[in-house]
């Protein structure tokens, strides 16, 4: 707990500042670059894009922000055993900025290269910076939802000058210079990151559970050998000696990491040794996973089929002034800006006052609402089918919609999974929640891709369904958790604490 002579950031521990603004910037450069992706693959190649179709643009796009979020279950792991959290954050960073500068080449090939840099390097930090904000706080700590809520925040406000930034450069600049802006973010963060590394003291300096001389050394060989196939994979598909089908390998992909994320969760259900009050909280967790995975599957259609409906079917002529394409993307991130503060004080209010929705509940809300926002966009898409090109207030009651629904879920989530998580897999946990990221991603990509530009009366039906889908699992979510909302609050009996990373299982390890 903080005293009152202790420095604060927000009233908040004074380690939120630095991870708060390391986010910030790097997010900057994952919003930036992350709205440009279908725009770039699907503009022709006089436009200076890959003219790609639609189908294989937006697979290709969840391919790349679900495997950017794969990757933290390994960067997950890596920090618990290998290098602690805040080297693992700043060795991330550094493979991210890397990776902005190959996209800044303009060159087809190197394109795909630069795509897979910042895969890397965003699995590594991505799940460990969250770990950290969730370490700074004691159990019982009532700060905990509200800091996660500013830290939050932070996120947006990255988000809106990645947008802003790149979105000008891409209209008025070029393609590569908006990449390379995404650079300039991250290089950004960095250097604040390790000016301020001191606030966060011991916190994630060393790993949770580390292995044993030789089991790290036989770890960065297994590391070093599978990013050597990568490397060989790649190498193969630019060269044309090995075939693609986007579409293909995005279905396959998503079945392969449904099926792993619920291999890895009952594997430490079942053999992480855990205490009996840890599998009921792990319980009421499964339903927190699930309600963010079909979350992420609806709202990820920012970057995708809402970004193309934007291009194509959207009047952004204000005067003689057309709003670039990519400043829409920032709504979302505006709105929560305002927003943020306002949930964050509605935390802090149910707090005081001893009322606090479980997690579940909060989490199934924040699923509804965001599919009331698919019931907009089937209005707006019947009026593009029709003929006309619609104003732009579609789409921002859509975004506003979508943004409630993420303050409602995202934050909340990632505060359960740090207050509910056994601490020893706490890196692991954090990994495995971001994992239902690349579940939605994947889904939502392949769900764009039955957005047919030449058949637009097609869409109306598509985000009719993903409306009637998402609502479905939310009232189903919504009615479990009024049974584990009493799992939730259990706490470790005395012996329970008494259990040592030593004792569990070596095949979790």
Same mark, same amino acid.
């Given at each position: 707990?903080?005293?009152?002579?202790?420095?604060?950031?927000?009233?908040?521990p004074?380690?939120?500042?630095?991870?708060?603004?390391?986010?910030?910037?790097?997010?900057?450069?994952?919003?930036?670059?992350?709205?440009?992706?279908?725009?770039?693959?699907?503009?022709?190649?006089?436009?200076?894009?890959?003219?790609?179709?639609?189908?294989?643009?937006?697979?290709?796009?969840?391919?790349?922000?679900?495997?950017?979020?794969?990757?933290?279950?390994?960067?997950?792991?890596?920090?618990?055993?290998?290098?602690?959290?805040?080297?693992?954050?700043?060795?991330?960073?550094?493979?991210?900025?890397?990776?902005?500068?190959?996209?800044?080449?303009?060159?087809?090939?190197t394109?795909?290269?630069?795509?897979?840099?910042?895969?890397?390097?965003?699995?590594?930090?991505?799940?460990?910076?969250?770990?950290?904000?969730?370490?700074?706080? =004691?159990?019982?700590?009532?700060?905990?939802?509200?800091?996660?809520?500013?830290?939050?925040?932070?996120?947006?406000?990255?988000?809106?000058?990645?947008?802003?930034?790149?979105?000008?450069?891409?209209?008025?600049q070029?393609?590569?210079?908006?990449?390379?802006?995404?650079?300039?973010?991250?290089?950004?963060?960095?250097?604040?990151?390790?000016?301020?590394?001191?606030?966060?003291?011991?916190?994630?300096?060393?790993?949770?559970?580390?292995l044993?001389?030789?089991?790290?050394?036989?770890?960065?060989?297994?590391?070093?050998?599978?990013?050597?196939?990568?490397?060989?994979?790649?190498?193969?598909?630019?060269?044309?000696?090995?075939?693609?089908?986007?579409? =293909?390998?995005?279905?396959?992909?998503?079945?392969?990491?449904?099926a792993?994320?619920?291999?890895?969760?009952?594997?430490?259900?079942?053999?992480?040794?855990?205490?009996?009050?840890e599998?009921?909280?792990?319980?009421?967790?499964?339903?927190?996973?699930?309600?963010s995975?079909?979350?992420?599957?609806?709202?990820?259609?920012?970057?995708?089929?809402?970004?193309?409906?934007?291009r *194509?079917?959207? *009047?952004?002529?204000?005067?003689?002034?057309?709003?670039?394409?990519?400043?829409?993307?920032?709504?979302?991130?505006?709105?929560?800006?305002?927003?943020?503060?306002?949930?964050?004080?509605?935390?802090?209010?149910?707090g005081?006052?001893f009322? =606090?929705p479980?997690?579940?509940?909060?989490?199934?809300?924040?699923?509804?609402?965001?599919?009331?926002?698919?019931?907009?966009?089937?209005f707006?898409?019947?009026?593009?089918? =029709?003929?006309l090109?619609?104003?732009?207030?579609?789409l921002?009651?859509?975004?506003?919609?979508?943004?409630?629904?993420?303050?409602?879920l995202?934050?909340?989530?990632?505060?359960?999974?740090?207050?509910?998580?056994?601490?020893?897999?706490?890196g692991?946990?954090?990994?495995?929640?971001?994992?239902t990221?690349?579940?939605g991603?994947?889904?939502?990509?392949?769900?764009?891709?039955n957005?047919?530009?030449?058949?637009?009366?097609?869409?109306?039906?598509?985000?009719l369904?993903?409306?009637?889908?998402?609502?479905?699992?939310?009232?189903?979510?919504?009615?479990?958790?009024f049974?584990?909302?009493?799992?939730e609050?259990?706490q470790?009996d005395?012996?329970?604490?008494h259990?040592?990373?030593?004792?569990?299982?070596?095949?979790?390890?």
């Amino acid at each position: 707990m903080t005293t009152q002579t202790e420095k604060t950031f927000f009233g908040q521990p004074l380690g939120l500042q630095t991870l708060f603004f390391t986010e910030m910037w790097e997010r900057m450069s994952y919003y930036g670059m992350r709205m440009l992706l279908v725009l770039f693959m699907t503009a022709t190649l006089q436009e200076g894009g890959l003219a790609l179709t639609v189908a294989s643009a937006t697979a290709i796009y969840g391919l790349y922000t679900g495997c950017v979020y794969f990757m933290g279950l390994p960067g997950g792991w890596i920090s618990d055993r290998l290098l602690g959290g805040q080297r693992a954050v700043w060795y991330g960073g550094i493979i991210i900025m890397i990776g902005h500068i190959i996209l800044a080449i303009p060159n087809d090939k190197t394109f795909f290269i630069g795509m897979i840099f910042v895969v890397l390097g965003t699995g590594l930090l991505k799940p460990n910076i969250s770990a950290l904000v969730g370490q700074l706080y =004691s159990d019982k700590d009532v700060r905990r939802d509200s800091g996660y809520a500013i830290y939050y925040m932070g996120i947006n406000i990255g988000s809106v000058i990645g947008n802003g930034v790149c979105g000008y450069l891409m209209e008025y600049q070029g393609w590569h210079w908006a990449f390379g802006a995404a650079a300039v973010g991250m290089a950004i963060g960095l250097i604040q990151y390790r000016r301020t590394i001191g606030n966060l003291n011991s916190i994630g300096a060393k790993p949770e559970s580390p292995l044993t001389p030789k089991g790290e050394k036989i770890s960065w060989m297994v590391i070093g050998g599978i990013l050597s196939l990568i490397a060989l994979i790649a190498f193969m598909a630019l060269s044309g000696n090995l075939e693609i089908n986007p579409v =293909s390998v995005a279905e396959n992909v998503a079945i392969s990491f449904t099926a792993i994320f619920v291999l890895y969760y009952v594997a430490i259900f079942w053999l992480g040794n855990l205490t009996p009050n840890e599998k009921r909280r792990l319980g009421a967790l499964l339903l927190v996973c699930i309600a963010s995975a079909c979350f992420w599957s609806g709202f990820e259609q920012a970057g995708s089929s809402l970004n193309l409906f934007t291009r *194509d079917y959207t *009047d952004r002529l204000v005067g003689s002034f057309e709003i670039p394409t990519g400043w829409f993307q920032s709504l979302n991130s505006i709105f929560i800006v305002a927003l943020s503060p306002f949930f964050a004080a509605i935390w802090i209010n149910f707090g005081k006052r001893f009322v =606090s929705p479980a997690y579940g509940i909060k989490c199934a809300v924040g699923l509804i609402i965001m599919a009331s926002g698919f019931i907009v966009m089937f209005f707006a898409a019947q009026y593009a089918a =029709s003929g006309l090109k619609v104003a732009p207030y579609w789409l921002v009651a859509t975004y506003f919609l979508h943004t409630v629904g993420e303050l409602c879920l995202s934050p909340v989530a990632l505060s359960a999974i740090s207050k509910l998580s056994p601490r020893r897999f706490a890196g692991q946990m954090m990994g495995i929640f971001v994992l239902t990221y690349s579940i939605g991603n994947i889904i939502s990509g392949l769900l764009a891709g039955n957005f047919d530009p030449n058949a637009i009366e097609q869409l109306p039906s598509m985000y009719l369904q993903i409306s009637l889908f998402s609502i479905g699992i939310g009232i189903m979510i919504l009615l479990f958790s009024f049974k584990t909302r009493i799992w939730e609050s259990l706490q470790d009996d005395k012996t329970d604490k008494h259990i040592k990373p030593e004792d569990v299982v070596p095949s979790i390890q």
